[in-house]
């Protein structure tokens, strides 16, 4: 798989996708959580906005926060970061060979983005109320 996923805010959204192509093609299913939040941001203008003053309010993917936890920081999926970025209406830019850090202006909580799944679903992967955290 490409370490870097990229895709023009200009390209259309695709519909009529299989679940084989949206998910096991080259992108992994980036594309597709992206265009959610090009979708999302259409019908939600509320959420978009906040996701344009910085907030990481909880979308589909691990990541999003409400409220300070008592560990200031926590991870993400970068699944959550291409929703993010389309509700923002910026291009699709992640690169999987890197983590990303994005602290919310709404909580203060930081969030790293990653890729490797032992830190999203170990010890450090979960942390208290996480499930109304996102």
């Excluded at 032992?118 to 208290?128: F, H, I, Q, V, W």
Aim: charge should be negative; aromatic fraction near 6%; proline fraction near 4%.
């Amino acid at each position: 798989m490409n370490k870097l996923i990229e895709r023009s805010v200009s390209e259309p959204i695709r519909a009529e996708l299989t679940w084989e192509e949206t998910w096991n093609g080259i992108d992994q299913g980036f594309i597709h959580c992206w265009e959610i939040g090009r979708r999302r941001a259409v019908a939600e203008a509320q959420l978009a906005q906040a996701c344009l003053e910085g907030q990481l309010p909880p979308l589909g993917w691990k990541g999003g926060v409400v409220k300070m936890l008592k560990k200031p920081e926590k991870v993400g999926a970068f699944r959550y970061l291409a929703e993010w970025q389309g509700l923002r209406g910026e291009d699709l830019r992640i690169d999987l060979s890197q983590e990303l850090s994005l602290t919310c202006t709404a909580t203060g909580m930081t969030v790293t983005f990653t890729s490797d799944l032992a830190k999203l679903a170990g010890p450090g992967g979960s942390d208290e109320g996480e499930d109304a955290n996102g």
